[in-house]
Every structure is written in C-alpha cells, then in structure tokens.
C-alpha cells in the first residue's frame, strides 16, 4: 500500500508559479509510474503530467512547456512544478501511482490516490 499526501495549493494571479508536492509513505514511490491529474467544478477529471520509475515524463498538451514533474526518490516525493499558471489551470490537483512500468493518461489506470490540493489561478 502506498500512502500519497498532496501540499502547496493555494491561490496565485495568472502569469505566477506554484510547486505542489505529493509526499508518499508505505512503499518506495521510486518504483511506481506517479502522475498528476486534475479536476475542475462541472468537468471530468484530467490528466496533467505523469513520471515513469525511469524518469520518463508525460504532459497534457494544455500544460507542456508550462508544467514539470520532478521526483526526489530520497524524499519519497514527486513535485508539480507549474510555472506560467492560467485561470483555466484552477482546479483541484490529485496525485496518484501505479506499480507499472508506463506513463498512462487515464485515471482508472491508478491504484493510489492522494485527498488532492485546490490551485486557484486569478486573472
């Protein structure tokens, strides 16, 4: 089992930064694929990022260029770095994992979720 705790949301004004981190407990993340997805008021949740166990990253087309997602492996963390934040990025953000070698995009594919974090981008 693998415990995943979301921090660092808040509120920031378009154009600003914002790095969410997902702490993990129970099992070394370093050998699960970790994703980032996210869910606004009325929408389907979404798919933003995901890492491989070998550091292979994946990002939604609406945040590439915008958005990484580092991995501290001694920390048992993976980070959300967003940089560039739009309004249409504010959503609540969740982390999640899967024991699973690929990078998948759809959220029933993840075993392992975090409560999630609000991110609020004002204009």
């Known amino acids: 089992q693998v415990q995943l705790v979301e921090s660092g949301g808040g509120l920031v004004q378009a154009g600003g930064f914002l790095r969410l981190s997902c702490a993990a407990s129970?099992?070394?993340?370093?050998?699960?694929?970790v994703a980032w997805f996210r869910q606004a008021p009325g929408k389907e949740r979404e798919f933003v990022a995901a890492?491989?166990?070998?550091?292979?990253?994946r990002y939604a087309d609406s945040v590439k260029g915008r958005f990484t997602i580092p991995r501290d492996n001694a920390k048992n963390s993976v980070y959300l770095e967003m940089n560039s934040l739009k309004p249409e990025d504010t959503a609540v953000y969740y982390c999640?994992?899967?024991?699973?070698?690929?990078?998948?995009?759809?959220?029933?594919?993840?075993?392992?979720w975090g409560q999630g974090t609000q991110v609020t981008v004002s204009s």
């Open positions: 129970g099992r070394t993340v370093s050998g699960y694929a």
């Open positions: 999640a994992a899967v024991l699973s070698s690929g990078t998948s995009i759809n959220p029933a594919e993840y075993d392992y």
């Open positions: 890492s491989s166990r070998t550091y292979i990253t």
